[in-house]
């Protein structure tokens, strides 16, 4: 059994104790495989598949050849719908389709934990005792990043939506901010450094541990 431990930091990016994560989300070794056709999924799942473009027996103009096929020293043409001429139709073009993939859940939660684990490893993930903020400034919401040397891009996690922080965090680049319940694959690559507060880690564990509840959409 590996104890992993982290510290956990105040507002003002001083370290106030120490916390112990579940090995079976935070010490999960990495599996490329799992978390690249995670992400693969992912990404194909929000596609909409809606691109449709006519093909030369849908677009509008005659049937017919436009001019003999001899006499005339210009090159042989047929229908004016031909994909070779301006307004004809399209070669090979798409359709809508449905791109989503399936995923067997075990192997979505894997994926989840594999990423977590990561980010504790490379010393990316943060956790901070608390969020909550008096007003819902930009400025103090930077302060707080700027405290605890988020320099780079930032994935806030928090317990519940909270509108405050919300607010303070989406005027800021490179920082996005989610509840942990919908953390997901794409999103942990995308973002350097994870900010957690230690109830959304307790949250995590709770969903995605070998005993976890209901699974996330991921």
């Known amino acids: 059994m590996v104890r992993v431990l ?3 930091y105040n507002a003002s990016g001083e370290q106030t104790k120490e916390i112990e994560l579940s090995d079976a989300v935070f010490a999960v070794p990495f599996n490329q495989a799992v978390v690249h056709q995670a992400m693969v999924r992912q990404r194909a799942n929000a ?3 809606t691109a449709c473009t006519k093909t030369r027996s849908e677009v509008a103009g005659r049937k017919g050849k436009l001019f003999r ?6 090159a042989r043409a047929g229908s004016v719908r031909s994909p070779l001429r301006r307004g004809g139709g399209v ?3 798409p359709k ?3 791109y989503s993939q399936t995923m067997p ?3 979505r939660r894997l994926a989840i934990r594999c990423m977590l684990s990561a980010k504790v490893e490379s010393g990316e993930l943060k956790v901070l005792e608390g969020l909550e903020l008096k007003e819902a400034k930009t400025k103090e919401m930077a302060g707080l990043l700027a405290a605890l040397g988020m320099k780079s891009s930032a994935l806030v996690a928090i317990s519940h939506p909270d509108e405050k922080v919300i607010r303070a965090a989406r005027n800021i680049p490179k920082v996005k901010t989610t509840p ?4 997901n694959v794409v999103d942990l690559l995308s973002f350097n450094t994870l900010l957690m507060t230690e109830a959304a880690v307790r949250q995590v564990e709770m969903l995605w ?3 976890g509840g209901a699974d996330a959409s991921v």
């Open 105 to 107: 859940k075990k192997m």
């Open 91 to 93: 070669t090979f073009g």
């Open 96 to 98: 809508p389709r449905d």
């Open 209 to 211: 541990g070998t005993r």
């Open 180 to 183: 942990a319940s919908l953390l």
């Open 69 to 74: 096929q001899k006499g005339t020293g210009r």
């Open 6 to 8: 982290i510290p956990v």
């Open 47 to 49: 596609r909409q598949g």
